[in-house]
């Protein structure tokens, strides 16, 4: 019997964990293009050297969910934030995270 229940629950993990995989390093989104940005206030960075790192879209679950930018540190000196975009790819959307150039 216990051996049953862990292969049950291999499966729904394994289920699970593909659901909410990425393909490449991408999120792939099979609906209509996500909503427009959300705009609101950012206030003062908490320090010097601090660089805002905007909100983005992802989609889950078939619904989008809004995840709210950040105050950060740079990695290194003279480092510049790429924001994240969805970008057409065929008839879907493709998801280019945030990173640092």
Do not use: E
């Amino acid at each position: 019997m216990n051996r049953k229940l862990l292969v049950t629950f291999l499966l729904l993990l394994i289920a699970i964990l593909s659901a909410c995989a990425t393909h490449n390093g991408y999120y792939y989104a099979r609906t209509v293009p996500p909503p427009p940005r959300v705009v609101g206030f950012v206030g003062s960075a908490p320090g010097p050297g601090y660089v805002w790192t905007d909100g983005y879209w992802l989609y889950r679950g078939n619904n989008w969910a809004w995840t709210n930018g950040a105050w950060v540190r740079p990695p290194r000196r003279g480092a510049v934030w790429v924001r994240g975009q969805w970008r057409p790819d065929g008839r879907r959307y493709r998801f280019y995270p945030g990173h640092w150039r």
